[in-house]
């Protein structure tokens, strides 16, 4: 089935730097979305792409997917301790309704 | 209007036992979704609900686990004979609807322990 790599399994970082997580698929992907779970919370939606080179800017998160739509990529600018936890990316898998969630990338964020 | 809501939040039982565990979706998201998070790994599809059927139970580990729906409302997962890597979280989520264009929304989790 499909599957889906993310890279780094876990980061860690000085406060003020910058992040990058990365995610890739084998198969062409329809649209990725993006979750981010805090340590002990839930996983929370972040944002969706849907389209080839699409890029997104959420304030200092800037979110990209390749232009094969095969590749999608998280990058946080100035990392702040509140940016700590596990971001995962999500294709949609090869049914409408259901998405493959990544192993996940761990931040953490040194003060 | 308030989120998605699992019950229990913690759930220790004895290995053999038999656990039920409760998801209360969105009102009106017909999409419900089961998940199994172990410690530090990525989200597990178990089952997927549009409305009370079930199209994909493709992910249930195996026949000691078993997910019902009422309408379009709560959810239960059953695990039955509970073994020792039943152990993780257990997440719901619902969307408005099953498409891929739908972002879903997660509950809190039940955290079971096997002992």
């Known amino acids: 089935g499909q599957q889906v790599m993310q890279i780094p399994q876990y980061q860690h970082v000085q406060e003020g730097e910058d992040f990058t997580t990365y995610c890739n698929s084998s198969?062409?992907?329809?649209?990725i979305q993006w979750y981010k779970q805090r340590p002990g919370g839930h996983p929370v939606f972040l944002i969706q792409?849907?389209?080839?080179?699409e890029v997104k800017k959420q304030k200092r998160l800037t979110f990209q997917f390749g232009e094969a739509k095969k590749n999608s990529s998280l990058h946080i600018t100035a990392t702040q301790t509140t940016d700590v936890g596990t971001y995962f990316c999500?294709?949609?898998?090869?049914?409408?309704?259901?998405?493959?969630f990544g192993s996940g990338t761990r931040l953490l964020v040194r003060p | 209007g308030a989120g998605v809501s699992q019950s229990p939040s913690n759930k220790v039982t004895e290995k053999g036992k038999d656990v039920e565990l409760r998801c209360d979706p969105i009102?009106?998201?017909?999409?419900l979704y089961w998940y199994r998070q172990r410690l530090g790994q990525g989200l597990e599809f178990l089952i997927y609900?549009?409305?009370?059927?079930?199209?994909?139970k493709s992910g249930l580990p195996s026949d000691r686990f078993s997910a019902e729906r009422t309408g379009e409302s709560v959810s239960t997962l059953t695990i039955q004979r509970t073994q020792q890597e039943d152990s993780a979280v257990y997440l719901c989520?619902?969307?408005?609807?099953?498409?891929?264009?739908?972002?879903?929304?997660f509950g809190p989790g039940t955290r079971l322990t096997v002992l």
């Open positions: 609900f549009q409305g009370n059927s079930a199209p994909d």
């Open positions: 792409l849907v389209k080839s080179g």
């Open positions: 999500a294709p949609a898998g090869d049914s409408s309704y259901k998405l493959i």
């Open positions: 009102s009106g998201h017909t999409a």
């Open positions: 989520a619902s969307s408005p609807s099953g498409t891929w264009n739908n972002e879903q929304f």
């Open positions: 198969t062409t992907l329809s649209n």
